[in-house]
């Protein structure tokens, strides 16, 4: 399916503010004129939000193994590609996703520890050529996300759960992934002001998509 519309999403650990970031931006679009879709993952669909209760919340998920973890992602992502983001994109629509395939190369594929190989192929099954236009990156240290999750008294999910080696690890897969696809994916220092990250993230927007 050809794609005539604009595909961003936003990465990163807990805490580093993406929630925030998708809601400025696509607040700054409407006010271009443009209409943006936004999806979080895992979700998006119905399929897919009973899948993100599984993998968050539910006890039921407390045993999985990152071999069934790593496949439930990408369920969700498989449903929320073809049932919501292809067909917005094919109708010239701006879609914003918090989080897509670079989540799971990096929690799934690197933080536990599944071979690269076959991270990729699930990945690349689960997307087909429904890639981003552009990824923003918002990087942040652990200690400073801890300290952030800690002054919301958020409590946290199964993932959020981890260990701070775990968290080692996200962070370094997605500097990874950042370094091995420059041109997609736009790293920012995530412990900067609010605004400050806002006003990189739309002008890096209206560069290359010339609006």
């Known amino acids: 399916m050809s794609k005539k519309g604009l595909f961003i999403t936003f990465e990163g650990s807990e805490a580093c503010g993406k929630s925030t970031q998708i809601t400025l931006l696509a607040d700054k679009l409407r006010s271009l004129g443009f209409d943006p879709l936004l999806f979080r993952e895992p979700g998006g669909t119905p399929a897919g939000e009973a899948i993100r209760h599984l993998l968050q919340h539910a006890p039921e998920g407390d045993a999985l193994t990152p071999e069934a973890e790593l496949l439930l992602f990408a369920a969700s992502r498989t449903q929320l590609v073809r049932e919501k983001i292809l067909p917005a994109l094919a109708a010239g629509r701006?879609?914003?996703?918090?989080?897509?395939?670079?989540?799971?190369?990096?929690?799934?594929?690197?933080?536990?520890?599944?071979?690269?190989?076959?991270?990729?192929?699930?990945?690349?099954?689960?997307?087909?050529?429904?890639?981003?236009?552009?990824?923003?990156?918002?990087?942040?240290?652990?200690?400073?996300?801890?300290?952030?999750?800690?002054?919301?008294?958020?409590?946290?999910?199964?993932?959020?759960?981890?260990?701070?080696?775990?968290?080692?690890?996200?962070?370094?897969?997605?500097?990874?992934?950042?370094?091995?696809?420059?041109?997609?994916?736009?790293?920012?220092?995530?412990?900067?002001?609010?605004?400050?990250?806002?006003?990189?993230?739309?002008?890096?927007?209206?560069?290359?998509?010339?609006?």
């Open 94 to 211: 701006v879609v914003i996703c918090d989080r897509f395939l670079d989540s799971t190369t990096v929690y799934q594929g690197v933080a536990r520890r599944i071979p690269a190989d076959d991270t990729a192929r699930i990945n690349d099954f689960a997307v087909g050529d429904c890639l981003p236009d552009i990824t923003f990156l918002l990087d942040l240290d652990h200690k400073t996300s801890l300290a952030r999750m800690q002054a919301a008294n958020r409590k946290p999910d199964r993932i959020e759960r981890e260990s701070p080696e775990f968290f080692e690890a996200v962070r370094q897969g997605y500097l990874n992934v950042a370094k091995e696809n420059p041109k997609r994916v736009h790293l920012i220092d995530a412990s900067r002001s609010v605004e400050e990250i806002a006003g990189d993230a739309l002008e890096m927007v209206k560069r290359k998509f010339a609006l």
